[in-house]
């Protein structure tokens, strides 16, 4: 931000300024007398050696108080380290305070430079303020500790002053005293309060990545199945989440809070599950989770809440990408509604659900489009998105248009804590920036009271928000800054000079458009709403599945997949493949071909629900491919029937047939919803035909009747044979002159043998007769059938 403007109505008394005349020619007849008597011997903080590099690094880890008054006393404490070659003997640790510094640019510069330079770091305090080390050898790293009372620093007015911590000392090569290291960071200095102070704003993220999956279990509880443990480990304590309702219900910020971390955490409270690779094995952190929520509870009491809509949707993503998937937008409308209920029920406190936050801030004119699509009417922007070309800070809010307004939040302030703040002096140097930014804000305009937002990084780490909260501490007194609610900053009267102008599509950041989630991402979540919209219909207890699933489906869009393309896939391919097995639960058995014999049946085809809940408006629709050989329900092609089953059971539905001519006729079996959509996979199978027509029964009795008429006739022409050949033996004398051997009666002829006696037919007896014809079907069978199945007729 260049804001290169003086600081206003902060004018030194005229002692001051003769103090500051007289201490400018004092510092400069040093150099005077260089440029007219040449080139000297190196003094302790000779500038002839600011280009060299640093022998020793100086590092900061204290410094308190942050900023001071009158009467304090400041306090640093650091480290130093040898990182040359040779020892450094007779090293002493120095401060050093240099001339104010007058705009915000100033203090961005502190720090950079790498050599010494006495014109701008200063004199150091010296005396018995310095921490002396006699020697300090290579590689070797020694604590060190000042304490100067502020009187001795010589802070004549109210601004911010470079600070500097320095060591100088000899080395064998160079036998001169010389800084070898110094470390620069800015001190703020206004004892006494500002005739207007600053209105400070300062969102507190509770964010966090995904951790809930789409799956629950088939109890009536429904118990959760997390994808894994981790999110124990932010809510135990020292965790991330946990220090940040720790450190954040001690400070006056606004909580902004994404309702599926509420969700996902109130789930770990009860019974849970969590996935390890192809099995699951319960969830043992029910006491982390209920002792967080219930400090969250107790922090927000009586605070501002922000509620963003439901798991946090990438705006950005949506309107450049999402918008081009039909459907997309629908979520964002019920994503919000279920963010208050969420807040409501679970913290017990009304949120505010009117604020949209994209990503790092970066704003066009469709992102405030979709953001506002969703009922939110106020976009929290950055101001190197939104840029102001003025020479100070203009109050956050302003007017975008549609009835819209942004509120713009600075900058420099909402990166200040990004990085590695795990290291002491990281986080040092960056509380002692934060509090000469606000500080000089407040000096820009001193008598116009302005509001300023800053909106930190979304997901900040332990350490990152130890460090935010000791900067907000240093604010505590409010002599130049007074903190309000994110609410009552977007009812600031806005700044006129300010702009009110959204920027273009073709100025949004290309580093964030990399990592915007791809078309194929909404492609893939139309896919599985689809498939829950046309599941969700026949579920008489639907919510069991379109709650869990619909979830998923918003987390599928969340900001947290930035820049984790795989995952981001991974999570959303297990999404639909879990639907897909729950919707394959209900479906058509397979059935082998049949075989009609005659001219009317029923045909069977079952469904099937292995669901834990029944389903209904479901109908299952049979279609014969031959209908002039085979038709269904009296004479059509199509038949249909209605399916409602129980949970875990089976039904069998039959369909009457008709055959009108022999042969294969393929069948198709297809369920539907009531509002005619497939669902499922169609089942084929093949009915074989083979009816017996009154024609043929006609031609098969004529010739059964003449069967029976030619063996009567063959019957009747043996009988009258025997007779004829009977008589004719009897009248024939000869005939018995020829005859053999009398025999006994009951003896056989040809050997004697006894036998039976010869009787004729019983009267009523109906003996086979010889020209009977062959029954043309075998006895019934006992054994199983074939392979074709049978239809019940």
């Known amino acids: ?129 310095a921490f002396k080390i006699p020697a300090l050898p290579s590689g070797i790293t020694e604590d060190f500790s000042l304490s100067v009372p502020v009187n001795k620093l010589g802070l004549d007015e109210e601004g911010v002053y470079p600070l500097g911590v320095s060591l100088a000392g000899r080395t064998p090569s160079e036998p001169y005293d010389q800084v070898l290291g110094i470390e620069r960071t800015v001190l703020p200095w206004q004892p006494e309060a500002t005739e207007k102070k600053t209105q400070l704003t300062y969102l507190w993220p509770l964010i966090s990545s995904t951790r809930l999956s789409a799956q629950t279990g088939s109890d009536d509880q429904q118990t959760p199945v997390f994808e894994n443990d981790e999110l124990a480990t932010e809510l135990a304590p020292g965790g991330r989440l946990e220090r940040l309702v720790s450190l954040g219900s001690e400070l006056p910020v606004t909580w902004v809070i994404d309702p599926d971390l509420l969700a996902t955490v109130e789930a770990m409270t009860r019974s849970y599950q969590v996935r390890d690779g192809e099995t699951y094995v319960p969830g043992r952190n029910q006491a982390i989770a209920k002792g967080w929520l219930n400090a969250l ?76 699509s969703a009922g939110a009417d106020k976009v929290i922007a950055r101001s190197d998105s939104v840029r102001d070309n003025l020479s100070y800070a203009p109050t956050a809010a302003r007017p975008i248009g549609g009835g819209t307004t942004a509120l713009v939040a600075d900058q420099t302030l909402s990166t200040a ?89 073709a100025r949004y950041p290309h580093a964030l458009r990399r990592q915007e989630l791809p078309l194929q991402a909404f492609q893939d979540m139309k896919a599985t709403r689809d498939t829950l919209d046309n599941f969700k219909v026949i579920l008489t207890a639907a919510y069991r599945v379109v709650t869990p699933v619909g979830n998923a489906i918003n987390r599928e ?38 075989t009609l014999s005659g001219r009317s049946a029923t045909i069977p085809v079952t469904v099937q629900n292995k669901l834990v809940q029944g389903v209904d408006h479901l109908v299952l629709r049979l279609t014969s491919s031959k209908p002039t050989r085979l038709k269904l329900n009296g004479g059509d092609t199509v038949s249909e029937q209605p399916v409602r089953i129980g949970g875990g059971h089976s039904q069998s539905v039959k369909f009457t047939a008709s055959a ?21 996979k169609p089942m084929y199978f093949t009915v074989k035909v083979s009816e017996i027509t009154p024609t043929v029964m006609l031609v098969l009795a004529g010739g059964v009747l003449l069967l029976v008429l030619a063996g009567i006739r063959m019957y009747t022409q043996r009988k009258r044979a025997a007779a004829r050949e009977g ?28 036998t039976e006696p010869e ?34 007729r």
């Open 660 to 680: 009108n001519a022999n042969g294969p006729v393929p069948m198709t079996a297809q369920l539907y919803t009531e509002d005619g959509r497939p669902y499922g």
């Open 297 to 372: 509870e107790k922090a927000v009491q009586g605070r501002k809440v922000v509620a963003l809509p439901y798991a946090d949707p990438d705006l950005a993503s949506l309107a450049h990408r999402g918008k081009d998937v039909s459907g997309s937008l629908s979520h964002l409308q019920p994503a919000t509604e279920l963010a208050e209920t969420t807040v409501e029920t679970v913290l017990h406190v009304k949120p505010s659900v009117d604020f949209a936050w994209p990503v790092d801030g970066a704003i066009d004119p469709s992102i405030v489009d979709v953001a506002t």
């Open 1 to 129: 931000m260049a804001e290169a403007a003086d600081f206003q109505g902060t004018r030194p008394s005229p002692a001051r300024r003769w103090l500051r005349r007289t201490a400018s020619v004092v510092a400069g007849m040093p150099l005077l007398a260089a440029l007219l008597y040449g080139p000297v011997a190196p003094s302790a903080h000779a500038d002839e050696k600011a280009p060299g590099p640093r022998t020793v690094d100086v590092s900061l880890n204290t410094l308190t108080p942050g900023a001071p008054v009158e009467g304090d006393t400041l306090t640093i404490t650091g480290t130093v380290t040898n990182q040359g070659k040779e020892t450094v003997s007779g090293a002493t640790v120095d401060l050093h305070v240099g001339s104010p510094l007058r705009n915000r640019g100033a203090i961005d510069d502190v720090g950079k430079g790498k050599g010494f330079t006495q014109s701008s770091d200063g004199p150091a305090v010296g005396g018995t303020h």
């Open 727 to 754: 008589a004719a033996t009897e009248t024939d004398p000869e005939n018995d002159t020829e005859a053999g051997p009398e025999t006994e009666p009951g003896t056989d002829p040809r050997n004697g043998a006894e």
């Open 417 to 505: 804590f990004q990085g590695d703040m795990t290291r002491a002096e990281n986080s040092t140097l960056a509380i002692q920036r934060f509090l000469a930014h606000t500080l000089t804000i407040t000096h820009q305009q001193p008598g116009k009271q302005r509001s300023i937002v800053i909106a930190p990084q979304r997901m900040p780490s332990a350490a990152q928000a130890q460090s935010m909260a000791s900067a907000l501490r240093g604010l505590s007194a409010q002599r130049w800054t007074h903190p309000v609610d994110l609410v009552a900053a977007a009812a600031v009267k806005p700044d006129p000079r300010a702009t009110t102008r959204v920027p273009n599509r």
């Open 759 to 792: 009787t004729g037919p019983e009267p009523d007896s109906d003996p086979e007769q010889p020209s009977d014809p062959t029954p043309d079907t075998g006895a019934q069978s006992t054994d199983p059938s074939g392979p074709g199945e049978k239809v019940e």
């Open 557 to 594: 869009m969340s900001t947290s997949w930035r820049g984790q393309p795989g995952p981001a896939a991974e999570y959303r391919q297990g999404v639909l493949t879990y639907l897909k097995s729950l919707t394959t639960e209900v479906k058509l058995i397979d059935k082998s071909d049949l």
